[in-house]
């Protein structure tokens, strides 16, 4: 069975504090720390890449969720690979010619494999890289438009959560944006097990308090 994993978004950290951010977040009960990588190509908005997971990894063992908004998601496989980040979740939308080749490389740079799609991508474009013989790990639903944080929750996303739920009851499904205690109890209870929040934990007086929240409304 699928096992609960809350991921702050470090986006919304201060970048110029990212270990001791890191650090905090750990210890406020996170299980990975999500990592937002855009190109300012694929999304209108430039974050961070494999010198900086490479910089952080030297400060922390922790499971480093990478999410790849960038056009060519397969240049960043090696440095990232490299640079020491535990998942690589491309998306869909960029990858339609080349996702098994993208797969096999993930891995073979010892990377958990992941899939996300955009709102506007129907669920069934991702059916095929979950059932290959060299599968992606978990699907990521996006509950935004991708590029930003402290954007508003999308439930009419929540289908295609349902869906894929009712279909790989052991896979790893991800919800990101807009997730916090107003809007947990829709992701966890469409079948969301990893869960991605930003704004809602670094905005919080104690954020600790929201993790342990959105830890119990997936768990209950
Ligand atoms: C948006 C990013 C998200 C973002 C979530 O493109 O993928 O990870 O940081 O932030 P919140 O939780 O504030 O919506
Ligand atoms: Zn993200």
């Known amino acids: 069975s699928v096992t609960t994993k809350i991921a702050p978004s470090m986006l919304s950290s201060d970048f110029a504090n990212l270990a001791s951010e890191s650090h905090r977040m750990l210890t406020f009960g996170a299980d990975w720390l999500h990592m937002d990588i855009m190109d300012g190509h694929f999304v209108p908005n430039l974050t961070l890449g494999a010198p900086i997971i490479e910089s952080l990894r030297k400060h922390t063992k922790a499971y480093l969720d990478c999410h790849l908004m960038v056009t060519n998601p397969l240049d960043y496989v090696e440095p990232l690979g490299k640079a020491g980040a535990s998942g690589f979740t491309f998306h869909i939308e960029t990858s339609k010619d080349n996702w098994e080749e993208l ?18 991508t129907p669920v069934g474009e991702v059916y095929s890289l979950v059932e290959a013989e060299n599968p992606v790990e978990l699907v990521l639903v996006m509950t935004v438009e991708p590029g930003f944080g402290g954007q508003k929750f999308m439930p009419e996303m929540m289908d295609k959560v349902r869906t894929l739920r009712k279909k790989y009851p052991s896979l790893d499904i991800e919800v990101d944006g807009g997730l916090g205690p107003s809007t947990i109890d829709a992701a966890a209870s469409a079948g969301a097990n990893c869960i991605v929040a930003g704004s809602s934990v670094f905005g919080a007086p104690e954020p600790a308090q929201v993790i342990s929240l959105l830890r119990n409304s997936v768990e209950k």
Do not use: S
């Not at 797969?103 to 506007?120: D, E, F, T, Y």
């Open 103 to 120: 797969i096999q490389r993930i891995k073979a740079q010892g990377m958990r494999p992941g899939v996300a799609l955009k709102p506007g």
